[in-house]
């Protein structure tokens, strides 16, 4: 009898455990929010060198970069389920930013004016989709 309630036991607690691990499979990993989050760190790093006015080009340079990179992820990232406005509002992100990297902006007077259309085309976006 005895035997009997520790298998049953057992099984109780695995079928619970497979459960809860097939549950946390399934949820997967939020790569979207993975993306914005990375957008988010380079624009902050980029805004806070234009506050404290030490906006050096290299630095600059590696930020707008990494931005470039990640604007690609966005089509991917949010699927490709999408309507059409949203493919035009991730083009004109990635299009801005090919600008904003072209200009490579050595003050922080040419870093606003070249992150200008970046911030219009995040906003537009968000407005819009978020």
């Given at each position: 009898?005895?035997?009997?309630?520790?298998?049953?036991l057992?099984?109780?607690?695995g079928?619970?455990?497979?459960?809860?691990?097939?549950?946390?499979?399934?949820?997967?990993?939020?790569?979207?929010?993975?993306?914005?989050?990375?957008?988010?760190?380079?624009?902050?790093?980029?805004?806070?060198?234009?506050?404290?006015?030490?906006?050096?080009?290299?630095?600059?340079?590696?930020?707008?970069?990494?931005?470039?990179?990640?604007?690609?992820?966005?089509?991917?990232?949010?699927?490709?389920?999408?309507?059409?406005?949203?493919?035009?509002?991730?083009?004109?992100?990635?299009?801005?930013?090919?600008?904003?990297?072209?200009?490579?902006?050595?003050?922080?007077?040419?870093?606003?004016?070249?992150?200008?259309p970046?911030?219009?085309a995040?906003?537009?976006?968000?407005?819009?989709?978020?």
């Amino acid at each position: 009898m005895r035997a009997l309630l520790l298998v049953i036991l057992g099984l109780a607690i695995g079928a619970v455990g497979a459960t809860s691990a097939l549950s946390a499979l399934r949820q997967g990993t939020p790569f979207h929010k993975g993306v914005m989050a990375v957008m988010d760190h380079h624009i902050d790093a980029l805004r806070a060198d234009m506050r404290a006015n030490t906006c050096e080009a290299k630095t600059v340079a590696t930020h707008l970069d990494r931005l470039r990179e990640t604007a690609r992820d966005v089509r991917p990232a949010f699927g490709t389920d999408m309507d059409a406005g949203f493919g035009q509002a991730a083009d004109r992100l990635s299009t801005s930013l090919d600008e904003a990297v072209a200009a490579a902006p050595a003050s922080c007077a040419a870093l606003s004016t070249a992150l200008r259309p970046v911030g219009e085309a995040c906003q537009s976006c968000h407005r819009q989709y978020r």
